[in-house]
């Protein structure tokens, strides 16, 4: 079993950065695929990058060319670069972790708690 542990989020203004961090615990990280989430008042939650061990990123359009996904099998952890933050990036952001190749809301096998970032305009 994987325990995920997200910090970073915060209050920020519009047009500033945030780094997310998620650590991971108690399997082998570099084994998963690993993601974040996010997930807005009413919206559903949707995925917003996703990195596996030796892959190539994915990302989701609304957010490319402004964050970078990173992980650090050495430290056990995933990393969210938030820049060019937006009102609209305002969400509870999920850590991910899926066995499969590919990053999916179904296919997740382990969920951190959230951390919320807000972005004022």
């Known amino acids: 079993q994987l325990q995920l542990v997200e910090s970073g989020g915060g209050l920020v203004q519009a047009g500033g950065s945030l780094r997310l961090s998620c650590a991971a615990s108690?399997?082998?990280?570099?084994?998963?695929?690993m993601g974040w989430f996010r997930q807005s008042p009413g919206k559903e939650r949707e995925l917003v990058a996703a990195r596996k061990r030796y892959s190539a990123s994915t990302y989701a359009d609304s957010v490319k060319g402004r964050f970078t996904i990173s992980r650090d099998d050495a430290k056990n952890t995933v990393y969210l670069q938030m820049n060019s933050l937006e009102a609209e990036d305002t969400a509870v952001y999920y850590c991910a972790a899926t066995r499969q190749v590919t990053m999916s809301h179904e296919g997740v096998n382990y969920w951190g708690k959230g951390t919320l970032v807000t972005v004022s305009s």
């Open positions: 108690g399997d082998t990280f570099s084994t998963y695929t």
